[in-house]
């Protein structure tokens, strides 16, 4: 019987200590820009949830934001409740559910119900005739950094044979792959880019597989579209060939054999969004960009990138920067031969075309059918 | 009259008026099995505390904030029974073949197979049958889907005596992988460019939530499992073989038992209960089957499983303290800065303390004496 006391007496204390902290925390942060990130994986995986940890400490770090943020949240009901948690026990005004698939059903489920709140999602996928108002997107040209990588990589191999490791064949990927490819093949046109799709966005086991039979196989750069690249980049720098960063930066992770990667900048757009806020001006519900906005980087180029290699792609940088580059122009040919741009077609990276990309291009070896 | 007789009877005078509190007096049974896990869980609690103390917490600030996100509120309590209702269905599926002497793992896979299964129903009669009655065909397909998957368990284990743990767990990633390749192909609904999934089931054939909670009809539904699934397991005669076939198999071919049937149809239980966990994710969160059916509630089934020493009934409680544990990880991320593998941490000891704890029945003469 006593010990039942002690757990009510114990249970009773918790509840008051911490209802305390949350009322004064209401309080104290009246006045604070109040944000919410949540994240499918784990804030340090070197990689898509560690971009966006990045960017909510920047804001974080304002004295006049309170930014909370939840890791490991799958796409199922608890991303729901993680975002009306948020609402209701800490007063987010703003939140940045960032995992593709958060948007629907989840986001667009919670947002009619909380219309004081802004939803902003990663993904690009707002469309004003379908959504409602409270939600956004924002996204990034990430494929200018990859072709960055590309040229990079075209520079630095010896074989030729280039190695990608991807989650599943869907456009955004697809289209990640076929740029770094042509940045590659830019440099010279006999680049392949052998690809393996693992079949899900965190398979550490296979990414490990895939990268060790690549380097088996002669391949001498790899590079990776997962969430975490870390295993691709570490099993490359172990078996003594170069690798690509993507997502975050992962130079760390190899000293000798890391060229360069595609990073995101998220810190930028969560802070003009939290200035935005602040300043009571009107948030706008899609918000896109490549290098020139600063919404992608590239990672620094690791010590072993040559002259030639980092003068070519900071060229290519440039023009990218002043809008003249254009990835997608004719004639360009998939990699069963068909031609899928026209000679005297091009696309710019805000053509909505791109973003139903269906097919690998010339040079990458591998099948959409996954 | 030896000295010790007033204290023996003193005791016994205590635990006959505890027992006659319990259950008027006849059974102690009840009691040590009500009492041997709870001093777990409050040991459990204690490691903890220790573990917490360690990372430099607070202790009661994080049990108190433990206790307002998982049950401290009517928000808390359904953010808790939400997640707690998948992970009740998919514990059936592992405490029903244990009742038979089976550890089945399959859950994951009988979830995956029984949304997908679910979700095909339900596209093929949207629009063509009244929403209750493709609700109700959806419910039942995706039971027949996961039942029929598990039963096969059953038959490998019975006819060619294959290891039914083995079997399980790798008919699971059978299930994902059938689940990917429909998805990805055949089923594809093109606007899902970005995260394949099927077409939709119709808006107007999905599970509903209970009055203006924000909990679906499908908590219920995997309320009344547990309770049928009780019943049947333990007051029937069919639940009364199963426990023979469990205790010793040659002693119920003695008995004229069929063993094999017996095996297959509790498999095929089990696995329908995962299956109508999968059903209802479909058919009250996603309205699609995709890649988010296979979101670890299987796993978490078995664990739920165990602690609940594969008593049906003893499911749902110990599927509420799991959920609720869950339910405040997001609580103790914002409010304390803690990683989510707190909860996990919180999992692992409560798991090993209760299994700990299981070679205490019989053992503690307290409840033995006559």
């Known amino acids: 019987m006593q010990r039942r006391t002690i757990l009510k007496g114990m249970a009773a204390a918790g509840v008051a200590s911490s209802l305390g902290l949350i009322g004064s925390r209401a309080v104290f942060a009246a006045e604070k820009v109040r944000m919410g990130f949540i ?71 919670v947002a009619p119900k909380y219309p004081q709140v802004m939803f902003l999602h990663c993904g690009g996928l707002w469309d004003a005739s379908k959504h409602p108002k409270n939600v956004g997107s924002y996204f990034g040209y990430i494929d200018e950094p990859v072709y960055l990588s590309g040229v990079v990589a075209g520079h630095m191999s010896k074989t030729g044979k280039l190695g990608y490791i991807a989650a599943i064949p869907i456009p955004q990927v697809l289209r990640n792959i076929n740029s770094f490819t042509m940045g590659a093949r830019s440099v010279n046109p006999n680049c392949t880019t052998t690809v393996v799709f693992t079949g899900g966005w965190s398979n550490p086991v296979k990414e490990a597989e895939a990268a060790n039979s690549m380097a088996d196989q002669g391949i001498d750069v790899l590079t990776a579209h997962v969430d975490s690249p870390k295993v691709v980049i ?45 300043t009571k001006k009107p948030i706008p519900n899609l918000v896109r960009g490549g290098l020139k906005e600063g919404i992608v980087k590239s990672s ?23 809008g003249e580059f254009v990835v997608y122009k004719g004639p360009i040919k998939d990699n069963t031969g068909k031609e899928v741009i026209p000679a005297g077609k091009s696309y710019a990276q805000t053509d909505i075309w791109l973003e139903s990309m269906s097919w690998l291009v010339e040079g990458a070896i591998g099948s959409t059918k996954g | 009259m030896s000295v010790t007789e007033p204290v023996i009877l003193a005791t016994s005078r205590w635990r006959g008026i505890l027992q006659w509190a319990a259950c008027g007096g006849k059974c102690a049974r009840s009691l040590e099995s009500l009492l041997i896990p709870l001093g777990a869980l409050v040991v459990s609690l204690l490691l903890f505390a220790i573990f917490v103390a360690f990372s430099g917490h607070d202790p009661w600030a994080v049990f108190g904030s433990l206790y307002v996100g998982a049950f401290g509120s009517w928000f808390s309590w359904q953010n808790s029974l939400l997640r707690a209702s998948p992970i009740m269905l998919t514990a059936l599926c592992t405490a029903l073949p244990a009742r038979v002497g089976l550890v089945v793992i399959g859950g994951e896979g009988a979830v995956v197979l029984g949304g997908l299964t679910a979700a095909l129903a339900g596209i093929a009669l949207n629009g063509s049958a009244p929403p209750g009655v493709v609700l109700l065909l959806m419910l039942v397909t995706g039971a027949v889907g996961g039942g029929a998957w598990l039963s096969l368990v059953g038959v490998l284990k019975h006819y060619r005596g294959v290891n039914e743990t083995i079997s399980s767990l790798l008919m699971n990633y059978i299930a994902i992988a059938v689940l990917n390749f429909l998805v990805f192909g055949y089923l594809k609904d093109p606007a899902t460019l970005n995260k394949p999934s099927t077409y939709s089931v119709g808006e107007a054939n999905m599970i509903g939530n209970i009055g203006d909670s924000s909990v679906h009809w499908g908590v219920p539904l995997a309320l009344c499992a547990c309770v049928a699934l009780w019943f049947l397991m333990r007051r029937t005669t069919f639940g009364f073989s199963a426990d023979i076939v469990g205790g010793n198999v040659r002693a119920a071919q003695v008995c004229g038992l069929s063993v094999g049937r017996v095996m297959i149809i509790v498999c095929c239980l089990g696995g329908a209960a995962a299956g109508i966990a999968g059903a209802i994710e479909v058919a009250a969160v996603h309205g699609r089957a995709n890649a988010s059916l296979n979101a670890g509630y299987g796993y978490a089934g078995i664990l739920v499983a165990f602690m609940a020493r594969h008593n049906p009934l003893a499911i749902i409680p110990v599927a509420i303290l799991l959920g609720g544990i869950r339910a405040s990880s997001g609580l103790l991320q914002r409010v304390h800065d803690l990683p989510d593998a707190t909860v996990l941490v919180l999992q692992g000891i409560i798991f090993v303390v209760i299994l700990a704890s299981e070679t205490l029945y019989g053992r503690i003469k307290w409840f033995n004496a006559k």
């Open chain 1, 39 to 109: 994240y499918v994986g784990p804030r340090d995986d070197y990689g898509y949830n560690q971009a966006h940890y990045q960017g909510k400490s920047a804001v974080g770090a304002l004295d006049w934001v309170k930014a909370v943020d939840e890791e490991n949240v799958p796409e199922t009901i608890e991303a729901v409740k993680t975002m009306e948690s948020m609402i209701n026990l800490d007063g987010a005004q703003v939140l940045f559910p960032t995992s593709f698939g958060y948007f629907d059903p989840h986001i667009l489920k």
């Open chain 1, 234 to 278: 570490e099993t490359a720098e172990k078996r003594g060939i170069f690798s690509c960063g993507y997502h975050a930066d992962q130079s760390v992770l190899a000293p000798k054999g890391f060229l360069t990667g595609a990073e995101w900048n998220w810190s930028k757009v969560y802070l003009d969004y939290a200035e935005l806020i602040k």
């Open chain 1, 300 to 322: 620094p180029y690791g010590a072993v990138v040559s002259e030639k290699a980092r003068k070519n792609a900071d060229d290519i940088r440039a023009k990218f920067m002043s």
